[in-house]
């Protein structure tokens, strides 16, 4: 009984620790330039259309393998 508190402890400290260096990790990745690009251009794209890159392409892939009557 007096294993359970502090192993918990360690796992629950280690799971944080994962956590806030994948979150770091995302930060890090969300500053590359090609992102900044790519969000600005969607963001353009979302003003002009009301839809961004992600739900034309959908579009365009749901039209393109549904069958013709």
């Known amino acids: 009984m007096k ?3 502090p192993m918990m402890l360690i796992l629950l400290t280690s799971c944080s620790e994962l956590f806030f260096l994948s979150s770091v ?3 890090a990745v969300s500053q ?3 992102v900044k690009a790519y969000n600005g251009v969607d963001m353009i794209t979302i003003m002009h259309t009301d839809k ?3 739900q034309h392409a959908y579009e365009k892939i749901k039209d393109i393998n549904e069958p013709k009557n």
């Open 32 to 34: 590359s330039p090609a």
């Open 52 to 54: 961004g890159i992600k």
């Open 25 to 27: 990790g995302g930060i």
């Open 3 to 5: 294993l359970i508190a």
